[in-house]
């Protein structure tokens, strides 16, 4: 199982994002998915959260501007992050509990750079 993160880039204080996290590998089923990230010099932490019946939940500093989805079908989630703030620069991670035939595991995405000029 791979996950394959990309979307992130440079933007401006008050632009917006799109990243984007595929899994692809022999998966039976995705159940929580979510999205971290890790500030210059800061921990990585958790930045949104959905579950596979779409219960969202989200940090307190990016509520109202960051939003979680999915794609079930396509094995698919998505961050949609306006009002770009500078704080908000990091590596973004993506996050999965996926089902093989094998086990049930927690698998992570290689990172996607997300830089927020003042």
């Known amino acids: 199982v791979q996950l394959q993160a990309s979307g992130g880039g440079w933007v401006q204080a008050g632009g917006s994002l799109r990243l984007s996290c595929v899994a692809s590998?022999?998966?039976?089923?995705?159940?929580?998915m979510r999205w971290y990230r890790q500030g210059p010099a800061k921990q990585r932490e958790l930045v949104a959260f959905v579950s596979r019946g779409d219960t969202t939940n989200y940090l307190d500093s990016v509520k109202g501007r960051f939003t979680i989805s999915r794609d079930t079908a396509k094995n698919t989630v998505y961050l949609q992050m306006n009002s770009l703030k500078p704080e908000d620069t990091g590596v973004y991670y993506c996050n999965c509990d996926i089902h093989t035939q094998y086990a049930l595991r927690t698998y992570w995405g290689q990172g996607t750079q997300v830089t927020v000029s003042s």
């Open positions: 590998g022999s998966i039976i089923r995705i159940d929580d």
